[in-house]
């Protein structure tokens, strides 16, 4: 086994500076439960979902979130801030490791255009290794809409996906779905930890490399402790779920080359004619 602790905390946050919140969350749950080894929070969760609160990285927010993983002696993954960099404004999840060290950060791909607006896209990729455990791969919110995200990452040797969101509109269900199915499809655990409370609907979910759901919150305050194996995503991929579908070696193996990816999005009339990126507006159908 390569046994792995990890906690999704699924908070009630309101707007605004919630990093001592999370601190002595982070600690709560290592003195409680000392066999944790990894925190992961929602999307945004330090401040919000207001860009006025955005700051660069390295600074102070982060350095907070250092010194309780630091504390703690866990992997933490404090959700994600908006982040200033020159002129741009970043939506970022920083990786922090038990000595208090922030090993990479994560610059969501796709931010939730048209209503995350004066967000800037990410243009990279990010894994990162637990020594003597496995293959970690970070995705945020609207990302895991776009499942070539999740492939990106199986494919760059992602054995779990952590998934930090923060959604409080009514397609928390189609969410659920779309984790589910990327873990099964990609073989992978997937840890989707959303925030509750004024900023969320809560509803978070770990599912597992064949799809199973492992669990599935309810809309409050809740900490989510799982116990993840490793060799199960190993064996999973090596066999298939309950010895059936093996969908990431069919995958290697086909000699198809994709036509989207081959001639590119916008060379598609579907997709050209779809108009452009926007909110929606009133509409009502004239009378004749």
Request: proline share 8%; glycine share 10%; aromatic share 8%.
């Amino acid at each position: 086994m390569r046994p792995f602790g990890i906690v999704g905390l699924q908070l009630q946050l309101a707007k605004g500076d919630n990093t001592a919140r999370i601190a002595a969350e982070v600690a709560a749950v290592k003195a409680r439960m000392p066999w944790v080894e990894m925190v992961v929070l929602g999307e945004l969760a330090l401040f919000g979902a207001s860009t006025a609160d955005a700051q660069p990285m390295p600074g102070d927010a982060e350095a907070k979130m250092c010194e309780a993983a630091r504390a703690a002696g866990v992997w933490l993954i404090p959700g994600t801030l908006f982040e200033r960099d020159g002129e741009r404004i970043y939506n970022t999840a920083p990786i922090i490791d038990p000595n208090g060290r922030v090993v990479d950060r994560y610059r969501k791909i796709f931010p939730f255009h048209p209503y995350e607006q004066g967000v800037s896209s990410g243009d990279r990729f990010v894994v990162f290794d637990v020594p003597g455990v496995g293959r970690f791969g970070l995705s945020i919110c609207y990302d895991m809409w776009f499942p070539e995200t999740i492939r990106t990452l199986a494919w760059m040797g992602a054995e779990v996906i952590l998934h930090p969101g923060m959604t409080n509109t009514v397609d928390r269900e189609a969410e659920l779905a779309i984790s589910r199915a990327s873990a099964a499809t990609n073989q992978v655990y997937f840890v989707d930890i959303n925030v509750a409370g004024p900023l969320g609907v809560g509803r978070s979910g770990v599912f597992g490399p064949g799809g199973e759901v492992i669990h599935q919150a309810a809309s409050g305050h809740e900490v989510i402790a799982i116990e993840l194996d490793l060799d199960q995503v190993t064996r999973v991929r090596e066999r298939g779920w309950h010895g059936l579908g093996q969908p990431l070696k069919s995958l290697r193996d086909t000699p198809i080359v994709f036509p989207p990816y081959a001639k590119g999005f916008p060379a598609s009339p579907a997709f050209a004619g779809l108009g452009p990126l926007e909110k929606p507006q009133v509409e009502r159908t004239k009378k004749p």
